[in-house]
């Protein structure tokens, strides 16, 4: 069979990270405990509670607090006494999106800076364009009593002239025009930069000139310049890198929530053709109460297709598909979560990461499999699994269409050690 496989092209990570900043509008809970590893073991391991104590300017607190912020998130709790730290201390840190670390950094660079002085004093790189737009919004709310504090934009199209000083204590930009900006345009002198974050990581490795570049601008720092790094994930590539770029690091790292199907009703139904699962669709959805379902589809043309034949059918459908801009996807993301449609049909590269906690029904319209054919096992489990501390009942259902599909039904039976019932979708009273 031949298919145009949305789930197989690379995925992007850098829209899949844009998406998430955009869409977490608060903290993401977690019960898991931050690990740190200390650069000097003897030294007393310190955490706050609350913002007060880190003694920040007024003008800094009166920030945080007007952003809704109450207390620091986990993983700032430490993080936030080691980056405040005299002498200054370097920190690798690794935590999922939407835990609080981007408002850790800007919090960081806003309290180091000298505002007396009028040049660059702070520098952040970003991966891309749009995600240093974003972080730079946080940077200005959370520095919105510090007007002293100004912030300039190192991303395309911000044309300076050679030889020109910046006078902006913080800049926030991508590592080819930071780059460019700090040694052939000489527009910020590196050798004054006293705190250097590189933000997402884990996007920027993706990138090898990012990667070249992020390295040299860290060359041309001071040593005694305090280096940041953060980053969503941590493979071996982005701890490798994490090292070259960050001298005699502390590391902080805290472990996302674990998916478990303990909770999940699981069924298949079998089925001849697509057709054939879009009525057993219609009869599951008429048969029971369903709050709101994610129905996932491998390809762009058969989610397309099926939330045309829901909409036929009367139901209220959202659509995530992958020609549609980071925002768009969020706008659709946000209606769905405030109920505003009770359906949203997906492939899986738009919604990977996504929590959408009321959920309570997922379709496997086609089931999830990687680029050979073969059972994606971390996706069903992505797309089904509850975390176990926040996790409601739920269910799921699986179409079997093929012999194929029948058989990914089966490694993924076999790779949880649980098995998948069939449901007769002629007599659906079990599953209520
Ligand atoms: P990350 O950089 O890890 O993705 P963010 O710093 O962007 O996380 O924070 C995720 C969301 O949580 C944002 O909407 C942010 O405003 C909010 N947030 C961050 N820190 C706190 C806090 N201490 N209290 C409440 N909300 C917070």
Redesign the pocket.
């Known amino acids: 069979v031949l298919f145009t496989c949305d789930s197989c092209i690379v995925e992007d990570k850098a829209a899949q990270s844009l998406l998430?900043?955009i869409i977490?509008?608060?903290?993401?809970n977690t019960t898991n405990q931050v690990e740190v590893l200390q650069r000097d073991p003897n030294s007393p391991l310190y955490s706050v509670k609350t913002f007060e104590e880190l003694r920040l300017k007024e003008e800094l607190l009166k920030g945080?607090y007007s952003?809704?912020?109450?207390?620091?998130?986990k993983?700032?709790e430490n993080a936030l006494p080691m980056m405040l730290a005299e002498p200054p201390q370097n920190l690798i840190a690794q935590?999922?999106?939407?835990?609080?670390?981007?408002?850790?950094f800007?919090l960081a660079m806003l309290s180091h800076v000298n505002p007396a002085k009028k040049w660059t004093q702070c520098l952040c790189i970003s991966p891309t364009y749009e995600l240093a737009l974003q972080t730079g919004k946080?940077i200005e709310q959370m520095g919105k009593y510090y007007p002293e504090v100004k912030l300039a934009y190192a991303i395309r199209g911000n044309k300076l002239d050679r030889g020109m000083k910046l006078q902006e204590q913080i800049v926030i930009g991508t590592p080819g025009t930071v780059l460019d900006w700090c040694s052939k345009l000489k527009i910020i002198d590196p050798k004054k930069i006293s705190v250097f974050v590189l933000d997402e990581a884990d996007v920027m490795i993706a990138t090898q000139g990012h990667q070249d570049q992020s390295i040299r601008i860290q060359r041309m720092l001071p040593k005694e310049c305090q280096m940041l790094l953060?980053s969503?994930t941590f493979e071996d590539s982005v701890w490798k890198f994490a090292e070259r770029v960050v001298p005699d690091p502390n590391i902080i790292k805290l472990k996302r929530e674990e998916e478990t199907l303990d909770t999940i009703k699981q069924y298949y139904v079998l089925c001849s053709d697509k057709e054939e699962k879009f009525t057993a669709l219609c009869n599951i959805y008429g048969a029971i109460t369903i709050a709101q379902a994610m129905i996932f589809c491998h390809t762009r043309k058969t989610a397309g297709w099926l939330a045309a034949e829901l909409t036929k059918e009367g139901h209220v459908v959202a659509l995530l598909s992958g020609e549609m801009t980071v925002e768009q996807r969020a706008a659709v993301i946000e209606r769905f979560r405030e109920g505003k449609e009770k359906v949203l049909v997906t492939t899986n590269v738009c919604s990977r990461g996504i929590d959408v906690e009321q959920v309570s029904v997922v379709i496997n319209f086609d089931l999830p499999m990687d680029k050979d054919g073969n059972a994606d096992n971390e996706t069903y489990l992505h797309r089904i699994g509850r975390t176990g501390r926040f996790g409601k009942r739920g269910l799921a259902v699986n179409m079997i269409d093929s012999k194929h599909s029948m058989n990914i039904l089966n490694q993924i039976e076999d790779h949880f050690n649980k098995k998948i019932n069939k449901l007769d979708t002629d007599d659906l009273d079990e599953i209520e």
Do not use: E, W
């Open positions: 998430n900043k977490h509008t608060s903290l993401v945080v952003m809704g912020f109450n207390r620091p998130s993983i700032q935590s999922q999106s939407g835990t609080g670390k981007t408002a850790a800007a946080v953060f969503a």
